[in-house]
């Protein structure tokens, strides 16, 4: 009866761990939405003080990679955790890398942005700029829910999203270049613009990759690197197999 009751607490305990860490990555998580969208609105309303905010941010990010990744780490020394119990752990590892990246491309954001609002901003206030923070902003709260809820269905539909930042990111580009043919006094500003453009394709990027550990932690397959097209069709093989497996 006190073995039952040892394993029994043990087993608590390291549920309770598992939990832990995996809060800890949703409150990770939502200080680098809170950086990116800042750093966002920075930008647009020509907010400095705002910028430089978002760019001290980026040390709390740090560290919370830092004690999570420990954490982590702990959990696989001790409590040699297999199965789903160990897709998550390495997820999770993975998942806080992408966060810290966001965060560092937040904290380009946040700098750009106080450099530029010592300069008149365009009549449009970025308007594109701001068109496509708003789209990666999303992407980055999409794919927490997904992790939150294990969600494959969302991760897909998240992921999916990163062609429009691309498209988004070309069509910026596009838009700098010929400002910078026609004017050559904008290409200080435009090539600012573009760091800003280039930060947020890739917050898209990472966001993208967050998804795709939502489906390794949730089924066990590696979709890194394969087009959306072969993620859904290998997907929907494996989700057969798993539902005639059931009968």
Do not use: S
């Given at each position: 009866m006190e073995t039952a009751d040892l394993s029994h607490h043990i087993h608590s305990r390291f549920n309770a761990d598992l939990e832990g860490v995996r809060a800890s990555v949703l409150q990770m998580g939502g200080l680098v939405e809170k950086q990116l969208q800042d750093?966002?609105?920075?930008?647009?309303?020509?907010?400095?003080?705002?910028?430089?905010?978002?760019?001290?941010?980026?040390?709390r990010v740090n560290a919370m990679e830092v004690a999570i990744d420990d954490d982590c780490n702990r959990i696989l020394a001790t409590r040699n955790p297999a199965a789903s119990d160990l897709r998550l752990l390495v997820a999770i590892i993975k998942t806080i890398t992408d966060l810290e990246r966001i965060?560092?491309?937040?904290?380009?954001?946040?700098?750009?942005?106080?450099?530029?609002?010592?300069?008149?901003?365009?009549?449009?206030r970025y308007r594109e700029i701001k068109h496509m923070g708003d789209l990666v902003a999303a992407m980055v709260?999409?794919?927490?829910?997904?992790?939150?809820?294990?969600?494959?269905?969302?991760?897909?539909?998240?992921?999916?999203?990163?062609?429009?930042?691309?498209?988004?990111?070309?069509?910026?580009?596009?838009?700098?270049?010929?400002?910078?043919?026609e004017d050559p006094r904008t290409i200080r500003r435009a090539l600012d613009v573009?760091?800003?453009?280039?930060?947020?394709?890739?917050?898209?990027?990472?966001?993208?990759?967050?998804?795709?550990?939502?489906?390794?932690?949730?089924?066990?397959?590696?979709?890194?690197?394969?087009?959306?097209?072969?993620?859904?069709?290998?997907?929907?093989?494996?989700?057969?197999?798993?539902?005639?497996?059931?009968?």
């Open positions: 750093g966002t609105r920075a930008l647009v309303n020509g907010d400095g003080a705002l910028g430089e905010e978002v760019a001290q941010l980026d040390r965060g560092d491309e937040a904290e380009k954001l946040g700098h750009i942005a106080a450099k530029l609002a010592t300069i008149d901003r365009p009549a449009d709260h999409g794919a927490l829910d997904a992790f939150a809820r294990v969600d494959i269905d969302l991760a897909l539909e998240i992921a999916r999203r990163d062609r429009l930042v691309d498209e988004e990111y070309d069509a910026i580009q596009r838009q700098c270049i010929t400002f910078m043919m573009l760091w800003v453009a280039r930060a947020l394709e890739r917050v898209g990027d990472h966001a993208k990759n967050i998804c795709e550990y939502v489906i390794y932690m949730a089924l066990g397959k590696d979709v890194r690197h394969l087009a959306i097209e072969d993620v859904e069709q290998q997907l929907a093989t494996a989700l057969a197999a798993r539902a005639g497996g059931d009968r």
